[in-house]
């Protein structure tokens, strides 16, 4: 049984919200350096809702990408928790960290991160093939979200033979293969031109509609933050509902 005691000396910050897929709490991030204690993120809270977008702006180095690699787990926090589905992911060893992130969450960078000798389609299955999924299977569901993002003709192109817009479509269909939660995507049009950007930027917004996968997006791009649900900005450690 609940201790109504116990619950009584929650703050309203640590209750995590029922849709909740990602969230954290009193997030802080320093490092050391000498005598120094450089300090990046103070002391962080948010609640990424299922299917909503968000964008997280600020200027350089304010530690965007800092909080965009702890909310993914590719970095862990000096002190806080992230939830992802309401479980610590800063807490987790490597292992079941790997996991879940495979699991939960899709990555997409400004330089599309993808494999060189591979084609658009193996690096599309490869979070499938990682999380152990069949072959057959792994390929027959990477070539239906290629021909998803406008690429079932260029499923056997390596990303050399590919335009920049086309290697960010692959980078992203390759971040949903797994069917995440939420996906987490660091300056997706920072490297394209302007109709490219602008195609990225609304296939993003169909996908999430068609797939209610929650989207956490750092950009500098403000037209891409705008079209977020909410936009957050990251400043003196802190984060902020930007007003408009
Ligand atoms: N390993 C590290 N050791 C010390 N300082 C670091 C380290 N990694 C990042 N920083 C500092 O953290 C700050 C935040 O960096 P971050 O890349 O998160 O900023 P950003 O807001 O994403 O910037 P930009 O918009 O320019 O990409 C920077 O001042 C950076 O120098």
Do not use: W
Not at 70 to 82: E, N, T
Not at 84 to 90: F, K, L, M, P, S
Not at 176 to 196: F, H, I, M, S, Y
Not at 220 to 241: F, K, P, T
């Amino acid at each position: 049984m609940s201790n109504p005691d116990a619950a009584a000396e929650l703050s309203a910050s640590d209750v995590i919200p029922e849709n909740s897929v990602l969230a954290c709490r009193n997030l802080r991030k320093f490092y050391i350096q000498g005598s120094e204690t450089l300090t990046i993120l103070h002391d962080v809270n948010l609640d990424i809702g299922s299917g909503e977008r968000i964008s997280i702006v600020g200027p350089s180095g304010a530690g965007k990408t800092t909080l965009l690699h702890m909310l993914g787990g590719l970095d862990v926090p000096s002190q806080g928790q992230v939830l992802v589905r309401g479980r610590d992911i800063a807490a987790m060893n490597d292992r079941d960290r790997s996991r879940l992130r495979n699991r939960e969450l899709g990555f997409v960078y400004q330089f599309h991160h993808l494999l060189n000798e591979f084609s658009a389609l193996e690096n599309t299955a490869m979070p499938l093939l990682i999380a152990g999924e069949k072959k057959l299977k792994a390929f027959e569901r990477a070539a239906a979200l290629l021909d998803r993002v406008g690429l079932g003709h260029r499923l056997k192109h390596r990303p050399a033979q590919l335009s920049g817009g086309e290697r960010q479509r692959v980078a992203i269909a390759r971040a949903l293969v797994n069917e995440p939660a939420c996906v987490l995507l660091d300056e997706p049009t920072g490297n394209l031109d302007g109709d490219n950007a602008e195609a990225v930027q609304a296939l993003l917004l169909e996908l999430n509609k068609e797939l209610a996968i929650s989207l956490v997006i750092v950009t500098h791009d403000l037209s891409l933050a705008g079209r977020m649900d909410r936009v957050l900005n990251l400043h003196d450690g802190n984060l902020h509902e930007a007003t408009a």
